[in-house]
């Protein structure tokens, strides 16, 4: 009997974004976000805790600065890629879709900050042990979060012939179905660097590096979410320039390659700046303003 030929490797995506109940859409990409939320809810109470502080603050806080991050990562995608819904043609009502993916993380840390510390003023309780709590949470959400590109056939970087190049289907937004050929067979686009992978595993090793730092050395106020605006930044700076869909361009990076570069330098100079502090703590002293 003849051998067969070896069958060619690589990471097949989802055909199917979303599913139904009734006249409901849920789309995976959405509850991939929820499931990043539970794990960064879940680790932040945690290490909010072991900082002296009361069970059930971290939610609380989070009830102010979970619906801000969501609104300001929609309003930084929009306002960096405005053309995908303002030029003519487009239809501006799908710049409310959040559903469809489209969510920079830096305007969610941007305004989920601001949120959270509208919530820390009301508990009386420091801001940027807020921060240091969650910041390793935050990591893996969006490890968890990239998984939700994955469903939707997007962020991927140039063709590729590696084992681990991933499939890319033709996707319908509207229905979440891939488009199919007169066979019926899902229509292929072709085969590309898995980008949405290697941040996500980024975020897992970083998320994991910054737990240990800071169990070993407990880091100093405010150098743990420094660290994560670093950490993050590099890796986020080596995938944008890996990426191959469209984006605006300076000087021809794209605009969150540019981001990313400048986070990196902030995190890392405030990192050396705060480290050698004493680590973040809520609890059990009285809320003083100072160490906010």
């Not at 051998?3 to 490797?9: D, G, I, K, L, N």
């Not at 609380?60 to 043609?89: K, N, Q, S």
């Not at 488009?179 to 994991?208: H, K, M, N, Q, R």
């Not at 986020?236 to 969150?256: K, P, Q, T, W």
Request: with cysteine.
């Amino acid at each position: 009997m003849a051998a067969q030929a070896p069958t060619e490797s690589f990471i097949p995506s989802p055909t199917v974004s979303a599913f139904h109940l009734g006249p409901l859409s849920i789309h995976f990409y959405a509850l991939c976000i929820l499931a990043g939320i539970a794990l960064a809810l879940w680790l932040g109470s945690r290490r909010w805790q072991q900082r002296g502080g009361q069970p059930g603050q971290v939610l609380d806080i989070c009830l102010w600065a979970i619906p801000a991050g969501i609104i300001g990562g929609r309003i930084y995608h929009v306002i960096t890629d405005p053309e995908l819904y303002f030029l003519p043609g487009r239809n501006p009502w799908n710049a409310l879709a959040i559903w469809d993916g489209g969510l920079g993380i830096w305007g969610a840390v941007a305004l989920g900050c601001a949120g959270a510390w509208i919530g820390c003023r009301r508990l009386k309780v420091p801001f940027v042990a807020f921060l240091d709590a969650v910041a390793p949470g935050v990591l893996f959400a969006q490890a968890l979060g990239r998984w939700g590109n994955w469903f939707n056939n997007e962020l991927y970087g140039d063709p590729s012939t590696l084992p681990w190049k991933l499939q890319i289907h033709q996707m319908d937004p509207a229905s979440g179905i891939a488009a199919t050929d007169a066979s019926g067979a899902p229509v292929v686009l072709g085969f590309f660097e898995p980008t949405f992978l290697y941040e996500s595993l980024w975020c897992v090793i970083a998320g994991a590096a910054i737990l240990f730092l800071d169990a070993r050395f407990r880091l100093g106020a405010g150098s743990v979410f420094a660290l994560y605006v670093g950490g993050y930044s590099a890796g986020r700076f080596v995938f944008e320039l890996m990426r191959s869909d469209y984006a605006n361009l300076i000087l021809g990076l794209r605009v969150n390659t540019w981001v990313a570069a400048l986070l990196f330098a902030a995190g890392s100079t405030l990192f050396l700046a705060l480290f050698r502090r004493p680590r973040s703590r809520t609890g059990p002293a009285p809320f003083d303003p100072a160490s906010v």
